[in-house]
C-alpha cells in the first residue's frame, strides 16, 4: 500500500523543519501552485518546479533564519491541513516573529497539486520583513 495523503505531508514537512526545504519535489504535481497571501515579501502564486524555486530563492532573501513546527495535521480526503508555528528572523531588520500559519494542501493520485497558506498576521510579517 502507498503512502496516505498524510504520510506525504508529514514526510515533507518533517523533510523542510530538518532545513531541507526542497524535501519531496518528487511528491509535487508538474502542474502543481504554491499560494501566499500578496503583501507578503514573497507573496504571488508560484506554479510547478520553477515556480518553487523562486518562492524558495524569495524565502530564503526574505529570512535570515526561519523555523517551524506543525501543532496538528487534519486529513480530509484529497485535503491535508496544517496549522503551524512559524519562527523567522528578518534580513533586512534582525527582529524575530513568531505566530501561527494555517497550510492547505490539496494532493491528487498521491502528488501535491496545491498549497493555499495562510499567515495569522500578514501586516506584521510585511513590517519587519
Known amino acids: 500500500m502507498g503512502m496516505s495523503n498524510l504520510d506525504i ?11 531541507e526545504i526542497r524535501t519531496g519535489k518528487a511528491f509535487y504535481a508538474e502542474d502543481f501552485t504554491l499560494r501566499e ?3 507578503l515579501p514573497y507573496g ?4 510547478g518546479a520553477g515556480g518553487l524555486e523562486e518562492f524558495i530563492a524569495r524565502h530564503e532573501a526574505t529570512w535570515a533564519e526561519r523555523s517551524f513546527a506543525v501543532l496538528r ?21 534582525g527582529e524575530t516573529i513568531t505566530m501561527q500559519v ?27 520583513a
Open 44 to 47: 504571488g502564486t508560484f506554479r
Open 73 to 93: 495535521y487534519v486529513e480530509a480526503g484529497d485535503q491535508v491541513i496544517c496549522l503551524v508555528e512559524l519562527t523567522a528572523r528578518s534580513r533586512r531588520t
Open 37 to 39: 497571501a500578496p503583501s
Open 9 to 19: 505531508v508529514r514526510a515533507i514537512q518533517d523533510g523542510t523543519a530538518g532545513g
Open 102 to 128: 494555517t497550510e492547505w494542501w490539496t494532493l491528487r493520485d498521491g502528488q501535491v497539486i496545491d498549497i493555499h497558506e495562510f499567515y495569522f498576521d500578514t501586516a506584521a510579517v510585511a513590517a519587519i
